[in-house]
């Protein structure tokens, strides 16, 4: 029973996986070479993480079989996935913050004397795992103590020393530097060449084209299609990530913007925003983009006063907030949908209509009291509006769809009426067709004259939606692009600027 | 209790909506399809949803308590009699006050552990005010000024400096009550019997106890608040997720504080009541009131954890507690079994809680 140098590395064959009455995987045959990169890609939700996640040992599949070098494997949980080699490196960070970054590197296996702690030898090891990736980095720091990328080099560590012969990264360079990319690709390069299967999940296209070997498109949970990377271009697997065209996901319109609405001059924080100063015009959308730490989302929380800025000054149609607070941002007509949606924009446990209404509770009230009727009413209207999927209004927020949770925190907004929009990752984390009607409402208020907002890290959602484009890094605005003047390349490296330099 | 929520049909029940037929179609359908209920649909099969769980959630205390009453009017001849249930209700007016109140504290996720302390406190208050020839309102005033002061303390600690509540609350819970001790070295300051007589044992119709009116009043006036009002709207989403009200537009911090000052004002004019029935204020009274406020607020099923809460629980999770005490001491045991059950009672009701939330979840 020795493997045949012919097997596959890694065969998956008809692996499938439900979630409630979701189907995050559906019958996934996948051949991953020995030596390969193979990049998978999908738009969020497509099933990417359900399939790590089905790698690691975490979940279960409900049908199908994994075989490596052609023998059939079982994976019920993590620590059998690493005795067969297979390390998964995740997008959320799994580190202990105290302990050091020898410690999280070496967590369970420690280097010891009988019961002591031989820690010469665990810095040791360290640093020789840490050579090729951050030669810099000194073993003995408490993980907390590192920048938030420098954390990620430490959890990709702990997965390299696993000897794996399988390695999956679930987009693993969310939060690091160009600098720290480049060190990544090529060391994700140098496994390779030694046989090691590295399967790299992403929707950052740049990376894949010129990373990858091949590259495997998920939709909706199916496998669409596999092409090797010179055999396919950009084009092609958006459609095939998307199921349409470009043209068809973003609406075009002309647009005639008007008078400042938004003016923000030198928002400041210590640390995290640096004079922020930008306007936005009636009935003009502009994207902001930066990366993991730019400032973006201190930025969004700021304008809204949800943050504290130390100094500068907002401003809603002509009028001054000064430094806002929550309250008199939205009184004065901006509406904030936050990034976060479970977490930051949605209270879970109260109905759709309470979820609705909350932003606009002094309007439909009367001397305190809530007018019942007025709230039902309102509530309604705005899930046909919206055409918000939920078997009613009464029924708890947290069992609506992701898209469809998001039209409920567009919806709260949409009845404040107000006269600024600021858009915190708007689509992430809902499907395409939510997606599509997000944009297209989006397009309706800026028609109507809202002035918009959008911060986004998806750059061709910036790209395709704004009338004009910011960049912030190390929270300060970078560079301003117009619409249509302006690649995806140029747009990140503005991005990144400020970081790399 | 639901009132003015539009009744389930007949038809079709206690149903949750993800067995309602196409509920779970209409989530998964394309963009495109068509899926509008009509409005009457829209907003009938949620109202179902929420009657439904009230009414699994409420009918079990209900039932817990009259099988303790059914078991101690075995037990006892006494204890299902008109007197004893007037002293039921008058020993628990006190207690349920100062609870009503808390119930809207742990809904908007805080704690107060001061409430004891200071309906001690007031009750001095109210004792030296009347000794110092001051009137009966001058009194329940100066018991609620200082009701008022420890709420304000207790809610500025909490949302302008951000300090953790229990933190907060057990500190002034210690230095109200060392203040009662020392403005009295620890003796109690009786006052004459005609003060405050109409307060303490005054009756109404049908000899209801002042303070049970006074009681209901409070229950009913914390009830409208929370189901009908902004503000208690705003404690629910402030409780359910502090981030997300905040981001909505909510003043999170004047809610809070808004909360933490009910609290106080409740606490300081349920010393009032006390001192009135004792003819005395006392710096030793009410000790360990908060934990058994607390007790009453879970059992009627807060969630320690904010955002979810029934006043009307909250009331017959006091009413649990009285009884229990009543019927125990009708039926002689010792104060220490009485314990016990206490604590026993409490335990139970909290764990059939987690299993019915566990199941559902």
């Given at each position: 029973?020795?493997?045949?140098?012919?097997?596959?590395?890694?065969?998956?064959?008809?692996?499938?996986?439900?979630?409630?009455g979701?189907?995050?995987?559906?019958?996934?045959?996948?051949?991953?070479?020995?030596?390969?990169?193979?990049?998978?890609?999908?738009?969020?939700?497509?099933?990417?993480?359900?399939?790590?996640?089905?790698?690691a040992g975490?979940?279960?599949?409900?049908?199908?079989?994994?075989?490596?070098?052609?023998?059939?494997?079982?994976?019920?949980?993590?620590?059998?996935?690493?005795?067969?080699?297979?390390?998964?490196?995740?997008?959320?960070?799994?580190?202990?913050?105290?302990?050091t970054?020898?410690?999280?590197?070496?967590?369970?296996?420690?280097?010891?004397?009988?019961?002591?702690?031989?820690?010469?030898?665990?810095?040791?090891?360290?640093?020789?795992?840490?050579?090729?990736?951050?030669?810099?980095?000194?073993?003995?720091?408490?993980?907390?103590?590192?920048?938030?990328?420098?954390?990620?080099?430490?959890?990709?560590?702990?997965?390299?020393?696993?000897?794996?012969?399988?390695?999956?990264?679930?987009?693993?360079?969310?939060?690091?530097?160009?600098?720290?990319?480049?060190?990544?690709?090529?060391?994700?390069?140098?496994?390779?060449?030694?046989?090691?299967?590295?399967?790299?999940?992403?929707?950052?296209?740049?990376?894949?084209?010129?990373?990858?070997?091949?590259?495997?498109?998920?939709?909706?949970?199916?496998?669409?299609?596999?092409?090797?990377?010179?055999?396919?271009?950009?084009?092609?697997?958006?459609?095939?990530?998307?199921?349409?065209?470009?043209?068809?996901?973003?609406?075009?319109?002309?647009?005639?913007?008007?008078?400042?609405?938004?003016?923000?001059?030198?928002?400041?924080?210590?640390?995290?925003?640096?004079?922020?100063?930008?306007?936005?015009r009636?009935?003009?959308?502009?994207?902001?983009?930066?990366?993991?730490?730019?400032?973006?989302?201190?930025?969004?929380?700021?304008?809204?006063?949800?943050?504290?800025?130390?100094?500068?000054?907002?401003?809603?149609?002509?009028?001054?907030?000064g430094?806002?607070?929550?309250?008199?941002?939205?009184?004065?007509?901006?509406a904030?949908?936050?990034?976060?949606?479970?977490?930051?924009?949605?209270?879970?446990?109260?109905?759709?209509?309470?979820?609705?209404?909350?932003?606009?509770?002094?309007?439909?009230?009367?001397?305190?009291?809530?007018?019942?009727?007025?709230?039902?009413?309102?509530?309604?209207?705005?899930?046909?509006?919206?055409?918000?999927?939920?078997?009613?209004?009464?029924v708890?927020?947290?069992?609506?769809?992701?898209?469809?949770?998001?039209?409920?925190?567009?919806?709260?907004?949409?009845?404040a009426?107000?006269?600024?929009?600021?858009?915190?990752?708007?689509?992430?984390g809902?499907?395409?067709?939510?997606?599509?009607?997000?944009?297209?409402?989006?397009?309706?208020?800026?028609?109507?004259?809202?002035?918009?907002?959008?911060?986004?890290?998806?750059?061709?959602?910036?790209?395709?939606?704004?009338?004009?484009?910011?960049?912030?890094?190390?929270?300060?605005?970078?560079?301003?692009?117009?619409?249509g003047?302006?690649?995806?390349?140029?747009?990140?490296?503005?991005?990144?600027?400020?970081?790399a330099? | 209790?639901?009132?003015?929520?539009?009744?389930?049909?007949?038809?079709?029940?206690?149903?949750?909506?993800?067995?309602?037929?196409?509920?779970?179609?209409?989530?998964?359908s394309?963009?495109?399809?068509?899926?509008?209920?009509?409005?009457?649909?829209?907003?009938?099969?949620?109202?179902?949803?929420?009657?439904?769980?009230?009414?699994?959630?409420?009918?079990?205390?209900?039932?817990?308590?009259a099988?303790?009453?059914?078991?101690?009017?075995?037990?006892?001849?006494?204890?299902?009699?008109?007197?004893?249930?007037?002293?039921?209700?008058?020993?628990?007016?006190?207690?349920?006050?100062?609870?009503?109140?808390?119930?809207?504290?742990?809904?908007?996720?805080?704690f107060?552990?001061?409430?004891?302390?200071?309906?001690?406190?007031?009750?001095v208050?109210?004792?030296?005010?009347?000794?110092?020839?001051?009137?009966?309102?001058?009194?329940?005033?100066?018991?609620?000024?200082?009701?008022?002061?420890?709420g304000l303390?207790?809610?500025?600690?909490?949302?302008?400096?951000?300090?953790?509540?229990?933190?907060?609350?057990?500190?002034?819970?210690?230095?109200?009550?060392g203040?009662?001790?020392?403005?009295?070295d620890?003796?109690?300051?009786?006052?004459?019997?005609?003060n405050?007589?109409w307060?303490?044992?005054?009756?109404?119709?049908?000899?209801?106890?002042?303070?049970?009116?006074?009681?209901?009043?409070?229950?009913?006036?914390?009830?409208?608040?929370?189901?009908?009002?902004?503000?208690?709207?705003?404690?629910?989403?402030?409780?359910?997720?502090?981030?997300?009200?905040?981001?909505?537009?909510?003043?999170?911090g004047?809610?809070?504080?808004?909360?933490?000052?009910?609290?106080?004002?409740?606490?300081?004019?349920?010393?009032?009541?006390?001192?009135?029935?004792?003819?005395a204020?006392?710096?030793?009274?009410a000790?360990?009131?908060?934990?058994n406020?607390?007790?009453?607020?879970v059992?009627?099923?807060?969630?320690?954890?904010?955002?979810?809460?029934?006043?009307?629980?909250?009331?017959?999770?006091?009413?649990?507690?009285?009884?229990?005490?009543?019927?125990?001491?009708?039926?002689?045991?010792?104060?220490?079994?009485?314990?016990?059950?206490?604590?026993?009672?409490?335990?139970?009701?909290?764990?059939?809680?987690?299993?019915?939330?566990?199941?559902?979840?």
């Open positions: 029973m020795t493997p045949s140098p012919d097997d596959p590395r890694l065969r998956l064959s008809g692996i499938a996986k439900a979630f409630g979701i189907q995050a995987v559906r019958g996934v045959s996948l051949d991953v070479r020995r030596g390969e990169i193979l990049a998978l890609c999908g738009e969020n939700g497509a099933g990417k993480s359900t399939l790590a996640k089905i790698l975490e979940i279960a599949p409900d049908a199908g079989t994994i075989a490596l070098d052609g023998q059939p494997i079982h994976l019920p949980d993590p620590a059998s996935a690493h005795r067969m080699g297979i390390a998964v490196i995740y997008q959320e960070l799994n580190y202990v913050p105290t302990l970054v020898a410690e999280n590197v070496l967590l369970g296996r420690l280097p010891h004397r009988g019961p002591i702690v031989d820690w010469d030898a665990v810095n040791r090891e360290a640093r020789a795992i840490l050579a090729p990736l951050a030669p810099h980095l000194d073993p003995r720091l408490p993980v907390a103590a590192l920048p938030v990328a420098e954390r990620q080099v430490v959890e990709i560590a702990r997965a390299l020393s696993l000897d794996a012969r399988v390695i999956v990264m679930d987009e693993p360079t969310a939060a690091l530097s160009q600098q720290e990319v480049h060190r990544l690709f090529a060391l994700v390069r140098h496994l390779a060449s030694t046989g090691v299967s590295v399967i790299y999940i992403s929707h950052r296209l740049d990376e894949v084209f010129s990373l990858a070997d091949r590259i495997a498109v998920l939709r909706d949970g199916a496998l669409v299609d596999v092409w090797a990377v010179n055999q396919t271009n950009r084009a092609e697997l958006v459609r095939a990530m998307v199921g349409r065209s470009v043209e068809e996901l973003y609406p075009r319109r002309e647009s005639t913007p008007g008078e400042p609405m938004l003016e923000v001059r030198d928002l400041s924080r210590v640390g995290k925003l640096v004079d922020v100063s930008f306007s936005v009636t009935g003009e959308i502009v994207g902001v983009f930066g990366l993991l730490g730019s400032g973006a989302d201190v930025l969004v929380k700021a304008l809204f006063g949800a943050v504290r800025a130390d100094r500068g000054e907002v401003i809603v149609g002509g009028r001054s907030l430094l806002p607070t929550p309250g008199r941002a939205r009184r004065a007509g901006i904030l949908v936050p990034g976060e949606r479970k977490e930051e924009g949605l209270v879970l446990g109260m109905s759709v209509r309470e979820n609705l209404s909350l932003s606009t509770l002094s309007a439909i009230s009367e001397w305190g009291f809530i007018k019942q009727r007025t709230e039902r009413t309102h509530a309604v209207e705005m899930v046909r509006a919206l055409q918000v999927r939920t078997p009613g209004i009464e708890p927020v947290g069992r609506l769809s992701g898209g469809n949770q998001q039209k409920v925190v567009l919806g709260r907004w949409l009845q009426r107000p006269r600024v929009f600021v858009l915190e990752e708007p689509t992430r809902i499907d395409v067709g939510a997606k599509v009607e997000v944009y297209r409402l989006m397009e309706n208020l800026a028609e109507e004259g809202a002035a918009i907002l959008l911060v986004s890290s998806e750059l061709p959602e910036i790209l395709s939606m704004s009338d004009r484009i910011l960049t912030i890094a190390d929270g300060r605005l970078t560079a301003e692009f117009r619409r003047a302006v690649t995806q390349e140029e747009v990140l490296d503005s991005a990144i600027g400020g970081a330099a | 209790m639901p009132l003015g929520e539009p009744r389930p049909s007949p038809a079709t029940g206690f149903d949750t909506a993800t067995s309602s037929p196409g509920a779970h179609d209409d989530l998964r394309p963009p495109g399809a068509p899926v509008h209920p009509t409005q009457a649909d829209l907003s009938e099969r949620g109202a179902r949803v929420t009657l439904g769980r009230l009414w699994d959630a409420g009918i079990g205390l209900l039932v817990v308590y099988a303790i009453v059914i078991a101690f009017s075995q037990l006892s001849e006494f204890f299902l009699t008109k007197n004893n249930f007037l002293n039921i209700l008058v020993g628990v007016s006190i207690l349920g006050i100062v609870a009503a109140t808390q119930t809207m504290v742990i809904i908007s996720r805080g107060d552990l001061s409430v004891g302390s200071t309906v001690a406190l007031a009750g208050v109210t004792a030296e005010i009347l000794n110092a020839g001051g009137s009966d309102p001058l009194a329940v005033s100066g018991a609620i000024g200082v009701g008022l002061a420890v303390v207790n809610g500025l600690l909490i949302t302008v400096v951000h300090v953790n509540p229990l933190i907060t609350t057990l500190a002034t819970l210690s230095i109200v009550r203040i009662a001790y020392v403005w009295t620890a003796l109690t300051q009786s006052f004459p019997g005609p405050l007589r307060l303490g044992t005054g009756r109404v119709f049908w000899d209801i106890p002042v303070s049970v009116l006074i009681m209901l009043a409070v229950f009913v006036v914390v009830w409208l608040t929370l189901r009908f009002t902004t503000f208690g709207r705003s404690l629910v989403a402030v409780g359910g997720n502090p981030r997300a009200a905040l981001l909505a537009g909510i003043d999170v004047r809610v809070q504080l808004a909360a933490y000052v009910i609290s106080g004002l409740s606490a300081g004019f349920a010393g009032a009541i006390l001192a009135a029935q004792l003819s204020g006392s710096p030793q009274a000790n360990g009131l908060e934990l406020v607390v007790a009453a607020v059992l009627g099923g807060a969630s320690l954890a904010g955002g979810r809460g029934r006043v009307w629980g909250t009331l017959l999770g006091a009413l649990i507690m009285e009884t229990l005490r009543n019927g125990l001491v009708l039926t002689d045991v010792s104060s220490f079994y009485q314990m016990i059950a206490w604590g026993a009672v409490l335990l139970l009701a909290v764990v059939i809680d987690q299993l019915r939330r566990g199941e559902g979840s």
